[in-house]
């Protein structure tokens, strides 16, 4: 490593995003991952997935080893301009529809698709009673 590393915009590392030319950001520091990206154990396809954005949640949540950790200095080219890092979207859910504790209308429908049939059952045998014959 060089004694006063290259800092590189996100913009500049935004742009190394294939397989034979690969960079990513993790805890602030650009990795240069090209040459490890057959050998990688989760394949080339997850380091793919974590370009275009800060890594180091990608990274810490598989739970590297410390030898995993060790091999990443011959890969280290430089640090990231932190000011050039987009900020992280926050998540906003979705809109759900209000409680409804008392379920009115669900209920309503519920007890008609029983009353319903036997209303109607009941005034076919009414119907069957009074106009047989005597």
């Given amino acids: 490593m060089a004694s006063d590393p290259k800092v590189h915009s996100f913009e500049e590392v935004n742009k190394h995003n294939k397989t034979k030319d690969c960079w990513l ?7 240069d991952v090209t040459p490890f990206m057959d050998d990688h154990p989760g ?8 370009t ?4 180091t949640d990608d ?4 739970g590297h080893s410390d030898s995993a950790r060790e091999m990443m200095d011959k890969y280290y080219i430089g640090n990231i301009d ?7 979207r926050t998540y906003i859910p979705p809109q759900q529809a209000a ?19 036997l209303l109607i059952l009941g005034l076919a045998f009414a119907v069957r009673h009074y106009t047989k014959e005597k």
């Fill in 43 to 50: 394949g080339d396809e997850v380091l793919l997935s974590a």
């Fill in 59 to 62: 990274f810490e949540d598989v």
């Fill in 25 to 31: 950001v993790i805890s602030g520091k650009v990795y």
């Fill in 82 to 88: 932190m000011s050039t890092v987009p900020r992280r």
């Fill in 52 to 55: 275009g954005k800060d890594a």
């Fill in 99 to 117: 409680y409804n504790p008392d379920k009115t209308p669900e209920f309503v429908i519920k007890i008609l698709q029983f009353l319903v049939p």
